[in-house]
C-alpha cells in the first residue's frame, strides 16, 4: 500500500484555508457563538507546534490542541497510516465482527497501563469513556452479586465529559447548570485547591486528608452502595489541580477498605502528560479502572478506552451464559479501522522518539518558565505538574470574563492556550524545544502584564 501514501499532498502545497462564506451554520461548541462569529479566530493548518491562522498567521499552540497532541501537528506517520488503513479496511461493523489492528491496539495499550490493568474497551471520546467506566462499574458489582452499589463519588472541580453519567460526576456548574437533575446518585468531595499551597510546583504538601471525605460520604450512604469514586489524577479542565502528596494513597485505601472501584480519568493526564505512560505511574497509584482519550492519536481520530482489571472483565464475561453478550454496550465506531491506525502509529512516535521520557526531562524546564511569571499582579496562583501548568487570573467584574479577554488577547499576540472562567491551561507538545516555550512564555509576559 506505501504507492498510496505518495498520494498525500506535502502541507506546502496546499493552500490556506479561506474565511467561510457563512459562519450562520455551525453552531460551536463550548463557544461563546456570537462573540466568535463577530471576531471569528480560526487555524487552516497546524505544523509541529505551530497553528497557521486563516489570516496566514503563525500561532504558537500552548495547549497541545486540546491536550491531543504530544508529538505536534501533522504527523505524517499517523496521516499515512490512516490514509492506507481507509483503502485496505474502510470499515466493519464493531458488534460481532472486528478487525486486527483492534487487538493489537489493545494489547500496546496493556502494555502501557500499570500490572493487572489489561482489558480494554474502545469508545471514542473521553466523555464516552467515562459513561462507559460508569456502566462497567455497575455491570461488576451486578455480576458478583452486589447490585446494590449503585451510587458514584466524585469530586468539586471535576471535569468527566459532557454526557449525562460524565456531567453527573463533573463539578463545574456552569457544565450541569442548564440540564436538569441529571443521572441520581453522586456524591461530590471537596476539590483540593488549597489556598495554603499556591504557587506550588508539583504536589503540595497540604491535604491528603481531603481524602477522607470519601470515608465521610460512605459513612453517610453506606459505603456498600457506592460502586466507583472516580477521579482525575491531576483535575485538568478546571486549571490543573495537582493531587496532594498522599492523597492518591489515601484514596486507594478508603476504596479498599468498602469494596469501591477507584477509577482515574486519564483523559488529559494519560500518554505521558505526567512524564509516564500515566499519572497512575507517575504517582505510584492504582487504580481499578482507567479512562483515556485524546492523545491515544495524537489527536489525529476521534477515540477513546477504558481499560480495566482483567477481574472486572473476567467476573462480567462469566457471569452470562454461553454465547451470550456480556456487555450491552458499545458504539458503532468503537475501535473503528482508523482510529486505530492512528493510534498505533501515534504509539509508535511515542516508542520511536522516546516522547513520554522527553516529557519528563522536559518538566522541570517547562514550569520553571512557567512559575517564572509569578511576579505578574494579574496572576493569582500557579500550579503545574510534568507537562502541564494552570494560571489562575484575578477576576475581573463577571467571573469568566478576564480569562476570555486573555484567551483572546493571546491569540491576537501569536499563542493559543485553553482557558476555563479565570484560569488559563499551558500544555505544550513533548517535542517543543526549550526555545519554543521561552517564546510562549514571552507572549505570556507581555500580554499579562498590561493587567495590574
Ligand atoms: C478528564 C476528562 N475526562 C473527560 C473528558 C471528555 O473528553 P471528550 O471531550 O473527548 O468527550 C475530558 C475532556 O477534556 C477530560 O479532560
Given at each position: 500500500?506505501?504507492?498510496?501514501?505518495?498520494?498525500?499532498?506535502?502541507?506546502?502545497?496546499?493552500?490556506?484555508?479561506?474565511?467561510?462564506?457563512?459562519?450562520?451554520?455551525?453552531?460551536?461548541?463550548?463557544?461563546?457563538?456570537?462573540?466568535?462569529?463577530?471576531?471569528?479566530?480560526?487555524?487552516?493548518?497546524?505544523?509541529?507546534?505551530?497553528?497557521?491562522?486563516?489570516?496566514?498567521?503563525?500561532?504558537?499552540?500552548?495547549?497541545?490542541?486540546?491536550?491531543?497532541?504530544?508529538?505536534?501537528?501533522?504527523?505524517?506517520?499517523?496521516?499515512?497510516?490512516?490514509?492506507?488503513?481507509?483503502?485496505?479496511?474502510?470499515?466493519?461493523?464493531?458488534?460481532?465482527?472486528?478487525?486486527?489492528?483492534?487487538?493489537?491496539?489493545?494489547?500496546?495499550?496493556?502494555?502501557?497501563?500499570?500490572?493487572?490493568?489489561?482489558?480494554?474497551?474502545?469508545?471514542?471520546?473521553?466523555?464516552?469513556?467515562?459513561?462507559?467506566?460508569?456502566?462497567?462499574?455497575?455491570?461488576?458489582?451486578?455480576?458478583?452479586?452486589?447490585?446494590?452499589?449503585?451510587?458514584?463519588?466524585?469530586?468539586?472541580?471535576?471535569?468527566?465529559?459532557?454526557?449525562?453519567?460524565?456531567?453527573?460526576?463533573?463539578?463545574?456548574?456552569?457544565?450541569?447548570?442548564?440540564?436538569?437533575?441529571g443521572v441520581p446518585g453522586v456524591v461530590h468531595m471537596r476539590h483540593t485547591?488549597?489556598?495554603?499551597?499556591?504557587?506550588?510546583?508539583?504536589?503540595?504538601?497540604?491535604?491528603?486528608?481531603?481524602?477522607?471525605?470519601?470515608?465521610?460520604?460512605?459513612?453517610?450512604?453506606?459505603?456498600?452502595?457506592?460502586?466507583?469514586?472516580?477521579?482525575?489524577?491531576?483535575?485538568?479542565?478546571?486549571?490543573?489541580?495537582?493531587?496532594?502528596?498522599?492523597?492518591?494513597?489515601?484514596?486507594?485505601?478508603?476504596?479498599?477498605?468498602?469494596?469501591?472501584?477507584?477509577?482515574?480519568?486519564?483523559?488529559?493526564?494519560?500518554?505521558?502528560?505526567?512524564?509516564?505512560?500515566?499519572?497512575?505511574?507517575?504517582?505510584?497509584?492504582?487504580?481499578?479502572?482507567?479512562?483515556?482519550?485524546?492523545?491515544?492519536?495524537?489527536?489525529?481520530?476521534?477515540?477513546?478506552?477504558?481499560?480495566?482489571?482483567?477481574?472486572?472483565?473476567?467476573?462480567?464475561?462469566?457471569?452470562?451464559?454461553?454465547?451470550?453478550?456480556?456487555?450491552?454496550?458499545?458504539?458503532?465506531?468503537?475501535?473503528?479501522?482508523?482510529?486505530?491506525?492512528?493510534?498505533?502509529?501515534?504509539?509508535?512516535?511515542?516508542?520511536?522518539?522516546?516522547?513520554?521520557?522527553?516529557?519528563?526531562?522536559?518538566?522541570?524546564?517547562?514550569?520553571?518558565?512557567?512559575?517564572?511569571?509569578?511576579?505578574?499582579?494579574?496572576?493569582?496562583?500557579?500550579?503545574?505538574?510534568?507537562?502541564?501548568?494552570?494560571?489562575?487570573?484575578?477576576?475581573?467584574?463577571?467571573?469568566?470574563?478576564?480569562?476570555?479577554?486573555?484567551?483572546?488577547?493571546l491569540f491576537d499576540a501569536g499563542l493559543h492556550i485553553k482557558t476555563t472562567?479565570?484560569?488559563?491551561?499551558?500544555?505544550?507538545?513533548?517535542?517543543?524545544?526549550?526555545?519554543?516555550?521561552?517564546?510562549?512564555?514571552?507572549?505570556?509576559?507581555?500580554?499579562?502584564?498590561?493587567?495590574?
Open positions: 500500500m506505501s504507492s498510496a501514501a505518495t498520494s498525500l499532498a506535502p502541507c506546502a502545497e496546499r493552500s490556506l484555508g479561506e474565511m467561510p462564506a457563512s459562519l450562520d451554520h455551525h453552531w460551536m461548541p463550548f463557544t461563546s457563538n456570537r462573540d466568535f462569529k463577530t471576531d471569528p479566530k480560526m487555524f487552516s493548518r497546524a505544523k509541529g507546534v505551530y497553528y497557521t491562522s486563516v489570516a496566514g498567521d503563525q500561532v504558537l499552540d500552548g495547549s497541545s490542541g486540546l491536550f491531543t497532541t504530544p508529538a505536534g501537528h501533522g504527523r505524517i506517520e499517523i496521516a499515512q497510516a490512516v490514509y492506507e488503513q481507509l483503502l485496505e479496511l474502510d470499515y466493519t461493523p464493531s458488534f460481532t465482527r472486528s478487525h486486527p489492528k483492534a487487538f493489537a491496539l489493545a494489547e500496546r495499550i496493556a502494555k502501557l497501563t500499570p500490572d493487572g490493568i489489561n482489558r480494554v474497551f474502545f469508545v471514542n471520546s473521553g466523555s464516552e469513556s467515562v459513561d462507559t467506566a460508569m456502566k462497567i462499574a455497575l455491570a461488576y458489582h451486578r455480576a458478583r452479586g452486589e447490585g446494590h452499589r449503585t451510587m458514584f463519588v466524585s469530586r468539586e472541580r471535576a471535569y468527566h465529559g459532557v454526557n449525562f453519567g460524565g456531567v453527573a460526576l463533573s463539578g463545574m456548574m456552569k457544565n450541569r447548570h442548564a440540564f436538569g437533575t485547591w488549597l489556598p495554603e499551597n499556591r504557587f506550588t510546583k508539583g504536589q503540595p504538601e497540604n491535604g491528603a486528608e481531603l481524602a477522607d471525605d470519601l470515608h465521610r460520604i460512605a459513612t453517610m450512604v453506606g459505603g456498600d452502595n457506592i460502586a466507583a469514586c472516580f477521579v482525575e489524577p491531576i483535575a485538568g479542565s478546571t486549571g490543573v489541580l495537582v493531587p496532594p502528596k498522599g492523597y492518591l494513597e489515601r484514596l486507594r485505601q478508603i476504596c479498599d477498605g468498602y469494596g469501591i472501584l477507584l477509577v482515574f480519568d486519564e483523559v488529559i493526564t494519560g500518554f505521558g502528560r505526567t512524564g509516564k505512560a500515566f499519572a497512575a505511574q507517575s504517582f505510584g497509584v492504582t487504580p481499578d479502572i482507567m479512562t483515556m482519550a485524546k492523545a491515544i492519536t495524537n489527536g489525529a481520530q476521534p477515540m477513546g478506552a477504558v481499560a480495566v482489571k482483567q477481574e472486572i472483565y473476567d467476573t462480567i464475561v462469566q457471569q452470562a451464559p454461553e454465547n451470550a453478550v456480556e456487555f450491552f454496550h458499545g458504539y458503532t465506531w468503537s475501535a473503528h479501522p482508523a482510529a486505530c491506525a492512528a493510534a498505533l502509529a501515534a504509539l509508535d512516535i511515542y516508542d520511536n522518539e522516546r516522547l513520554f521520557e522527553r516529557a519528563a526531562q522536559m518538566s522541570a524546564y517547562f514550569l520553571d518558565a512557567v512559575f517564572s511569571l509569578s511576579d505578574l499582579p494579574v496572576i493569582t496562583d500557579i500550579r503545574g505538574y510534568g507537562m502541564i501548568a494552570g494560571l489562575d487570573f484575578a477576576p475581573a467584574n463577571q467571573p469568566g470574563a478576564r480569562g476570555h479577554e486573555i484567551q483572546k488577547r472562567g479565570d484560569a488559563g491551561i499551558i500544555a505544550p507538545a513533548f517535542v517543543a524545544e526549550g526555545q519554543q516555550i521561552d517564546e510562549m512564555v514571552a507572549i505570556l509576559r507581555k500580554v499579562l502584564s498590561s493587567y495590574s
